[in-house]
DNA sequence: TTTTATATGTCAACATGACTGACATAAAGT
DNA sequence: ACTTTATGTCAGTCATGTTGACATATAAAA
């Protein structure tokens, strides 16, 4: 049987390399995950609560609009999640002062509190995995991943980061 | 109010750099898999049967634990995927020789069909990715998501990166 | 001012993929 | 013989996504 790994093809070794690639992105999204989502079923709240809390954070005031095309998920996933936050006082809306039609996202200070501890083992584990790999590792990763995400977003997502 | 990027606190600086780690790799993954899963709902597949796709056709013989393991969900969710592929010919299983308890998972030529109409968007996908980060930042990028991983884990990985 | 478009919410129905817990069978190991 | 392991399966539940239809308030355009 001809063993594909030293195989002296270059077309072979590539499709090698992107396969790792490919699969170091799954355990990595696996694992990254597991500390948050412990967490959250504590709070009987998934993943996609995670997701929202963390990203009113870091944008408080989005509109809801702005949310739903981060998620890239319909408007009624993000409500029934997004009523149960509200509901149990984590985060909370407020009427646009300009646009009136608009409900302003903002956490709850148990919001904040909540936040803070989803994100701190998992700031951990990746401060963790930044100070082994180094820091021309982490500019490599970031450039990577920048690159692996759908072009109308990259924009978007660069202005975000500055 | 404190503008936290320019606040000059080094721990502000690094929470943020971490945050945008974190991120990344939220909108990475959305991307990523976002061209098989168009794909797999023209088959009524779900997510599942990709991940256990990709992994029988990268471990040709494999177990039902070792998939398991893998995944890291339990047998009751994987059967109703892996009974899914085998019914509609896309995976079969065989008795072990040695331990005739085990069902070693194969490919079917089906199977390996499907495998490659998924892989291929990924692949070009990362391909792009790579071609434009240039071969240090992958090592970057691989160096980073390695550390990501759970320690039990990372071992056997980097075993089967050889 | 009337009309149209936008931002949001909500209802009903459904699919997927995860979970727990219990139990069954065959085969291997002690 | 007994215990453990590898696998499968049943029943029920939950979280999170989907589509499609419809309602309301407000903004913007004609």
């Not at 590539?14 to 690639?21: F, T």
């Not at 990254?32 to 963390?54: C, K, M, N």
């Not at 302003?104 to 990746?126: C, K, N």
């Amino acid at each position: 049987m001809t063993d594909i790994k030293s195989n002296a093809n270059p077309l072979f070794l590539r499709e090698e390399e992107l396969r790792q690639g490919i699969e170091l992105l799954f355990y990595a999204y696996r694992d990254f995950t597991s500390d948050p989502d412990e967490i959250l079923s504590t709070y009987r709240f998934g993943r996609a609560h995670h997701r929202a809390v963390h990203f009113i954070g870091r944008n408080p005031g989005m509109t809801v609009a702005e949310l739903l095309a981060i998620l890239r998920i319909t408007k009624q996933s993000l409500s029934r999640v997004l009523s149960q936050l509200i509901d149990r006082g984590f985060v909370e809306q407020k009427k646009g002062a300009e646009d009136r039609r608009q409900r302003l996202l903002y956490l709850t200070e148990s919001g904040i509190d909540l936040e803070l501890r989803l994100s701190q083992p998992q700031q951990a584990r990746v401060a963790r995995a930044y100070r082994e790999a180094g820091a021309e590792a982490v500019e490599g990763y970031r450039k990577v991943l920048m690159g692996l995400i759908k072009d109308d977003d990259r924009a978007r997502i660069k202005k975000t980061f500055r």
